[in-house]
């Protein structure tokens, strides 16, 4: 008797968008992602990268969700792991600017629905966003501090010095949400993402 899969890491009942293709954001070659891929190396340039669709479906709930897909669950936990330490960090640094965390919280909240509507890795965006408002060499510091991984560092630190490729999804949520924040959701004002346009104008409602 063949043994029951479960229905949400079966591929039998996947849809075509379930299996898609991704742009290294190194050197742009086209990399295929299933979408419970936790990260995919570059086959071209060696990069290793976050899935940027990253889809847990019903692992987010499943009590079985660390024997089925355990990749996926601890990039997730860890992901989370990073931004709850980091924001820490970044909380105690702004300690003397109220105000200025409480804009990098908001920030955050856009951040989070734009990377939940539009795909994008979590980790880098998130730690740009939390450390957008802090000095470069003290950013340095905290990513070291947690033991962050090269090309993670690498990545956020190059958002936050406006380096990276000009259709880079991390970029363009990173740029988007700086946007948001700042309260430029003009409706003329040419975003990225659809979803930042969105939120652009409800902010102006």
Not at 65 to 72: G, H, N, Q, S
Not at 96 to 121: C, H, I, V
Not at 134 to 155: H, M, Q, S, W
């Amino acid at each position: 008797m063949e043994q029951m899969k479960c229905p949400g890491q079966d591929t039998r009942y996947w849809k075509p968008e379930d299996i898609f293709v991704a742009e290294c954001p190194k050197c742009g070659a086209e990399i295929e992602f299933f979408k419970d891929d936790a990260r995919r190396r570059c086959a071209w340039c060696g990069h290793m990268f976050y899935n940027p669709k990253i889809e847990l479906g019903c692992a987010e709930w499943c009590q079985y969700a660390e024997k089925c897909v355990p990749d996926l669950v601890r990039a997730k936990k860890a992901a989370q792991t990073f931004k709850e330490l980091l924001a820490e960090l970044v909380k105690a640094h702004l300690e003397g600017d109220p105000a200025g965390w409480e804009r990098t919280e908001q920030a955050m909240q856009f951040a989070q629905n734009l990377l939940k509507a539009e795909g994008g890795d979590p980790k880098v965006v998130l730690a740009a966003v939390l450390l957008h408002r802090v000095e470069p060499a003290k950013a340095r510091e905290f990513l070291a501090e947690l033991e962050t991984e090269p090309e993670i560092g690498e990545a956020v630190l190059e958002l936050l010095g406006g380096g990276g490729a000009e259709r880079d999804l991390n970029r363009q949520l990173y740029q988007d949400t700086l946007a948001l924040a700042a309260g430029k959701g003009d409706t003329r004002r040419a975003f990225h993402t659809r979803t930042a346009e969105r939120l652009g104008v409800d902010r102006q409602r």
